[in-house]
């Protein structure tokens, strides 16, 4: 197994344009000038800063309002939870499930997985180093659906307005779920998937580093 | 380190896989990582005839998709519609200033910098001439891209619309279709685009 890797060389390769290239002495791409490392700086500590604060801010987003509509009937109050729960009742099933997927599934998982990658990049672990690779490959794919919520509020509150017989107004909880999804986005970003496989490449045999 | 003795010719065909870090050859791999699977970059060569074409038709659909609007009510008659910068406008004047930029931002404004980012450095490119502040562009498509989220968009359009249709006659406006149009668009645009091969037109133009 040719299992190389670029740091042993003393190049990296550009997360940018993919250009390898030597961050000493000058940590900067030749060909495109973004900032070159052997790895991204400080990637655990500003992991852990994006998920503390994505994490603090996820019961906020989860327990305050981010819908409150007024009518003649009264004010109601709608959480993303009961969103979901009002969309089936109302027999639109597949729609409430793609919501409860996006909104309440994604977020969780996504925090929950990449504290585990943290964690497993933090005490070198050496099992199931494919499945974790994949799993931040995932991550990193299906965060930003969480935005979900976000724009269907947009809508309903630039269109059920003072003219018609009820007005919807922003509840501070979409503020705070925003804000869950973008730190969320920033820690995965933050997060170097080559630390998973570095372990491995420390314990391998000296004749295959040459 | 053996960074010194390694001839500087390999360095530059070889590649090293962004997730794993294992150096790989830039020519004859598969496009794939051999040890994480991670793609490194996609085969086959597309000219830049397509990407201008799609990314032309794209910023048209965009701009007609701002200017139009994207859903509408009809209460007794009376129609209610709104835009995407409407919207983001409402939100505004609820104190909900940062989720109106957010708004803005993912559907407009970093979409709009992404196509006419790619028309700045595929035009030239085309003509055989070098696009100024080529690295400059590619870097801040680079640093757009994850943040533009139309597909997501025209997702909460759906959910928004069905909610709503529960209250009121809602009808999707125009600016919907072109919404879609440009996801449609951006998919395939992000399959075809690939960024070795921007590079090695740009090596290969005239400066």
Sequence with gaps: ?210 | MTSRSAPKQTLQTATACPECDLLVDGTTNSGHCSRCGARLYRQGRHSLDNTLALACSALVLLIAANAFPIVGLDIQGQRIETTVIGAAVSLWREEMGMVAILVLLSTTVLPLIELAGLVWMALPLRLGKRPPGFSWVFRVLHMAHPWAMIEVFIMGLLVALVKLTNVADVFAGAAAWCFGCVMLLLAILHTIVEPRDLWQAWEEAEQ
Excluded at chain 1, 7 to 33: D, E, F, H, N, W
Excluded at chain 1, 57 to 78: K, M, V
Excluded at chain 1, 152 to 166: D, F, G, P, Q
């Design chain 1, 1 to 210: 197994m040719s299992g190389l890797q670029a740091i042993r060389t003393g190049t990296a390769t550009c997360l940018t344009c993919g250009m390898l290239g030597s961050p000493i002495p000058r940590p900067v791409c030749k060909r495109c000038g973004s900032s070159l490392h052997f790895r991204k700086p400080n990637n655990i500590q500003r992991t852990w800063a994006y998920l503390i604060a994505a994490y603090v801010l996820y019961l906020p987003a989860n327990l305050l309002p981010i819908t409150i509509t007024r009518s003649i009937f009264g004010t109601q109050h709608d959480t993303i939870m009961s969103g979901v729960v009002y969309l089936w009742h109302s027999g639109s099933w597949a729609i409430s499930l793609i919501v409860f997927i996006a909104s309440v599934v994604v977020p969780l998982l996504k925090l929950f997985s990449l504290t585990l990658l943290v964690i497993s990049v933090q005490r070198r672990w050496c099992g199931e180093v494919m499945r974790r690779a994949k799993l931040y490959r995932i991550l990193e794919a299906i965060g930003r659906w969480s935005m979900l919520d976000v724009y269907v509020v947009t809508i309903l509150v630039a269109l059920v307005r003072a003219e018609s017989l009820a007005t919807i107004s922003p509840g501070s909880g979409v503020l705070a779920f925003a804000a869950v999804v973008i730190l969320s986005m920033l820690a995965a970003m933050a997060f170097d998937p080559r630390l998973i496989w570095d372990p491995l490449d420390e314990t391998q045999p000296k004749e295959n580093v040459k």
